[in-house]
């Protein structure tokens, strides 16, 4: 089996965020999709690990914003490179306002947002999915939506350092989304990237 197939199916990427009592938070994903039409419904499943996750679980309540080809790699670094639990990745950000119940709408680098009310979830093993109704929406600009491709090709920066120099006919494991590059035959299950802190599953396996 071919595990290199899931990379052919398209994505688009957002900025998902929530509000916790005074806390707001945030993280990049590649998977919010209009679930239904009528009624109008957003669908988003949420890795259980993520600190938004449990914000969301507990409030009943996200905003999705929808990244642009306009959007940076900082912005990238800021809300997917590390986690919520330990920083404030809002500190010293001035590209959100608030939307509807103080939740962050995502200004720079995207072209639209969706607020959304939780009316289900459904447990998927590593993840959540969280499934609710639209209670606002809005265009923010004419710049194209950015899809996976899109930020693989033109918005990620070159590979990172190696974590050891690999020689000729090693087995090299890189990190999809920062580069970071572990040297050894096996990668460990429960690897966390040290860069963008991703687990192993987002690891590719690449002979030098």
Same mark, same amino acid.
């Given at each position: 089996?071919?595990?290199? *197939?899931?990379?052919?199916?398209?994505?688009?990427?957002?900025?998902?965020?929530?509000?916790?009592?005074?806390?707001?938070? %945030?993280?990049?994903?590649?998977?919010?999709?209009? /679930?239904?039409?009528?009624?109008?419904?957003?669908?988003? /499943?949420?890795?259980? /690990?993520?600190?938004?996750?449990?914000?969301?679980?507990?409030? %009943?309540?996200?905003?999705?914003?929808?990244?642009?080809? *306009? @959007?940076?790699?900082?912005?990238?670094?800021?809300?997917?490179?590390?986690?919520?639990?330990?920083?404030?990745?809002?500190?010293?950000?001035?590209?959100?306002?608030?939307?509807?119940?103080?939740?962050?709408?995502?200004?720079?680098?995207?072209?639209?947002?969706?607020?959304?009310?939780?009316?289900?979830?459904?447990?998927?093993?590593?993840?959540?999915?969280?499934? %609710?109704?639209?209670?606002?929406?809005?265009?923010?600009?004419?710049?194209?939506? /950015?899809?996976?491709?899109?930020?693989?090709?033109?918005?990620?920066?070159?590979?990172?350092?190696?974590? @050891?120099?690999?020689?000729?006919?090693?087995?090299?494991?890189?990190?999809?989304?920062?580069?970071?590059?572990?040297?050894?035959?096996?990668?460990? *299950?429960?690897?966390?990237?040290?860069?963008?802190?991703?687990? *192993?599953?987002?690891?590719?396996?690449?002979?030098?």
């Amino acid at each position: 089996m071919n595990n290199k *197939a899931m990379y052919k199916l398209s994505y688009g990427l957002f900025v998902l965020t929530a509000k916790m009592g005074d806390k707001i938070n %945030g993280c990049i994903t590649n998977t919010a999709i209009q /679930a239904a039409s009528e009624p109008n419904q957003i669908s988003v /499943a949420v890795n259980k /690990a993520n600190y938004t996750h449990d914000m969301i679980m507990e409030s %009943g309540k996200f905003t999705v914003s929808v990244l642009s080809e *306009a @959007a940076s790699f900082d912005l990238f670094k800021r809300f997917g490179f590390q986690s919520g639990r330990n920083v404030d990745k809002f500190a010293g950000f001035g590209g959100f306002r608030e939307g509807p119940f103080g939740i962050p709408i995502i200004t720079e680098g995207t072209n639209a947002y969706f607020n959304v009310l939780v009316s289900r979830t459904v447990d998927l093993g590593s993840h959540t999915m969280f499934i %609710g109704g639209i209670n606002d929406m809005d265009v923010l600009a004419v710049v194209p939506s /950015a899809t996976y491709a899109y930020y693989q090709e033109h918005i990620k920066q070159s590979p990172a350092a190696p974590a @050891a120099a690999a020689k000729e006919g090693q087995t090299v494991w890189r990190c999809t989304v920062c580069g970071y590059e572990y040297v050894g035959e096996e990668l460990p *299950a429960d690897f966390i990237c040290p860069l963008c802190k991703h687990p *192993a599953s987002d690891f590719e396996k690449v002979i030098k």
